[in-house]
């Protein structure tokens, strides 16, 4: 049975802002499935429908065979959230944060009594899980969130923007232990983010969401493999579908190549990058040239016409 199932699962919030637009995709057992899209793509209404805080307007989800909206309490049981925003006390210990949240789920308190302290030396708070939170730096209070959140035993754990709003050296110790979370075969997470680097090192798979949409769902390897092992990028002054067109004549581009504003994107398949080059120079196409790897935001850009980082 896949983990989490969903179904032509659709979003319409009052006033017409249709969010999300009938999406269908399922995460197997173990899997760490990505949602990757900008702010706005319909990222945290997936997840709210998800966690049965927002009702789908049409189509299904199940987490572990559960109905989200007609076996809602289930649905809620077998999974977990970290929100973006905190919702640990502050004024309570690392400890007590962690028994409260376990004897609200019903977690048996001998039971808790040895996976707390587990927990807490998992995600290194062993030493700190007897001062207040508000005692915490930003990455110990995050990584209190996450053990909060599997203090139930659950399934499926979603993270919502788990990284967002952290300072780089944060963010690299928190993926660390998101990476972790992997080595726990028998959980399933689902993570919201609009960073690629973020979505490429952690996910088995990834969901290009774009306005409401998936636009494409694979391995972040298959997704980068679609464009070939190397790029080249130029900026045409003059007119981009002249450009393209001659690039095409030349046998320097393919179908793929594509163009967002003056920026031109040619995957090379095969092609060396100083061959390319030196066609586009002899087109007199020149502008800046650069030749590089693709990436996640090249995907996005092909399928969408926009940068994901822009956008974010
Ligand atoms: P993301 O998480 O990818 O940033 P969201 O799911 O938050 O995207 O938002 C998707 C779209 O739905 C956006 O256009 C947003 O403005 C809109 N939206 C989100 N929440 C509400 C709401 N409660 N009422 C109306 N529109 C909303």
Redesign the pocket.
Known sequence: MNAIEVTKLSKT???G?A?VKGIDFAVAAGEVFGLL?P????????VGMLTTTIEPSSGSARLAGFDVAEEPLDARRVSSVVFQDPVVDRSLTGRRNLEIHARLWGVEPREAEGWIPELAATFGLADLVDRPAGTYSGGQRRRLEIARALVSHPRVLFLDEPTVGLDPRIRAELLEVIAGLRSRSELTVLL?THYLEEAERLCDRVAI?HA?RIVALDTPAALLAGLGRQLVELRVDGSVSSALAALRDRGVAGEDAFAVGSRVTVPLHGHSSSEAIAAIHDLGLAGAISAREPTLDDVYLRLTGDSLAAAA
């Open positions: 919030y009052p006033g802002v969010a899209g702010n706005g793509a319909g990222k945290s209404t997936t919201t969401i409401g």
